[in-house]
């Protein structure tokens, strides 16, 4: 018996076989974006698993190389996505909320844009090149993708050689014919991280303050004698306990310290029995300086922050777009000054390089004579989200690649010793 197929199911049949290779390539994309971002929400839930994080970024890596064109730039973009979904959140508090979702997009294609470099070519060794080039491209001065950053808790290293020792390791074996085809696999021995650096505790008690002061409260006038009445509180109660220094988190004084006489008097006198640490803003010449205070001894010491969040506090464009952005999405108060070179506090004899939130995931402080960091954040602008387990990722990514400990106090969440 014969039976003529409708031009309706025909028709059914052709859409099917065309969508067939873009389900393919949804399915490759999304799976390497996955891949690519487990060891952060691992991390995140509270779990970090050496081997699985390995595994899962070996994979990753290889897809990124092996996969169709158009799978790349799926991945891409399911990676700003993943990543980055919560940069948006902060511009509710610039009264310009309704950018929250373009930006997330925009940051979507951003990545799109960035791996999407792998897909002009299908040439296995030169999209691993390529990879390895992206490694040391930071889009709009933006770091917080390392690559490298896949291997923080893993049995890879985070050295640029190691990342190398991946990818090649990942390409040869499209070249090399049966039976020893993934011999060069054996390449991944040279990736491991055989040699950890060693990271000493500093030879003093140090006090890390955790606070929880929601972003929308934080800078109204009602909330700074409360504030100022808790930081007190908890300087007295840690020079009781016996400790030497104690650290607040980034502007937990949500004013211009210099303007404060009676409050800088007090901390002042407070600094004779404890060393504090503790966050605010300066203001000189007409220009401002998110900064750390140190009080030690009835003396202070200023550090003004070395690297702007991009977007945030500096706009990365040319000048004839700088001030259009600041004043018509940041209420133009993206415009803070830098200091010149990293600041060190000598606290009891014991060197510290100072940062401030987003420059402690910056190569800059961690340059030169590096032990011991002091840092300090306010993760409250990105609440709820993954922002500041991405933080501590990067932070500790930083801490083992030059030997460092890192003293870390955030509003919010992040507060902890880093290593």
């Excluded at 950890?196 to 929308?216: F, G, M, R, Y």
């Excluded at 990514?397 to 290593?419: D, E, F, L, P, Q």
Aim: with cysteine.
């Amino acid at each position: 018996m014969y039976y003529k197929l409708s031009d309706y199911t025909i028709n059914k049949i052709k859409i099917f076989k065309l969508n067939k290779p873009f389900l393919f390539d949804l399915a490759c994309g999304t799976l390497t974006a996955l891949l690519f971002s487990a060891f952060i929400y691992l991390e995140h839930w509270g779990f970090t698993l050496k081997l699985l994080n390995t595994i899962f970024a070996i994979l990753s890596l290889g897809l990124f190389i092996y996969i169709p064109k158009r799978a790349v730039l799926i991945a891409g973009f399911l990676i700003g996505l993943l990543w980055f979904y919560w940069i948006g959140y902060s511009f509710k508090y610039q009264g310009v909320g309704y950018m929250a979702p373009i930006v997330t997009l925009g940051f979507a294609i951003i990545y799109m844009l960035f791996f999407g470099i792998l897909a002009l070519s299908d040439k296995v060794y030169i999209r691993a090149f390529l990879l390895f080039g992206l490694s040391f491209f930071e889009p709009f001065d933006w770091n917080w993708l390392q690559i490298e950053l896949l291997f923080v808790d893993s049995y890879i290293g985070v050295f640029k050689y190691q990342l190398f020792c991946v990818l090649l390791a990942l390409a040869i074996p499209s070249y090399i014919k049966k039976p020893y085809t993934y011999a060069p696999l054996g390449l991944l021995l040279l990736a491991l991280n055989f040699n950890p650096s060693i990271q000493k505790e500093a030879p003093l008690k140090i006090k890390l303050i955790h606070t929880d002061i929601k972003q929308e409260k934080k800078w109204l006038r009602e909330s700074i004698s409360p504030t100022i009445k808790m930081v007190y509180r908890e300087i007295i109660k840690a020079t009781k306990d016996g400790y030497d220094i104690v650290i607040f988190p980034e502007s937990v004084f949500p004013l211009y310290m210099n303007r404060t006489p009676l409050l800088s008097y007090n901390l002042l006198e407070l600094s004779k029995n404890i060393t504090i640490i503790a966050g605010s803003l300066l203001k000189e010449d007409k220009k401002n300086y998110n900064v750390t205070y140190m009080f030690d001894d009835g003396k202070f010491e200023v550090a003004k922050k070395l690297v702007l969040v991009p977007f945030g506090e500096y706009i990365p464009l040319p000048k004839f777009a700088q001030k259009i952005i600041n004043d018509t999405f940041f209420a133009g108060q993206s415009d803070f000054l830098t200091a010149t070179k990293p600041t060190d506090f000598l606290i009891k004899g014991v060197k510290f390089r100072n940062a401030i939130c987003y420059e402690a995931t910056c190569q800059e402080i961690y340059d030169g004579d590096v032990n011991f960091v002091i840092a300090s954040s306010n993760n409250a602008w990105f609440a709820p989200s993954i922002e500041p387990t991405i933080q501590k990722l990067l932070m500790r990514y930083y801490a083992r690649k030059n030997g460092v400990t890192i003293y870390h106090s955030a509003n919010w969440s992040g507060t902890g010793v880093i290593k």
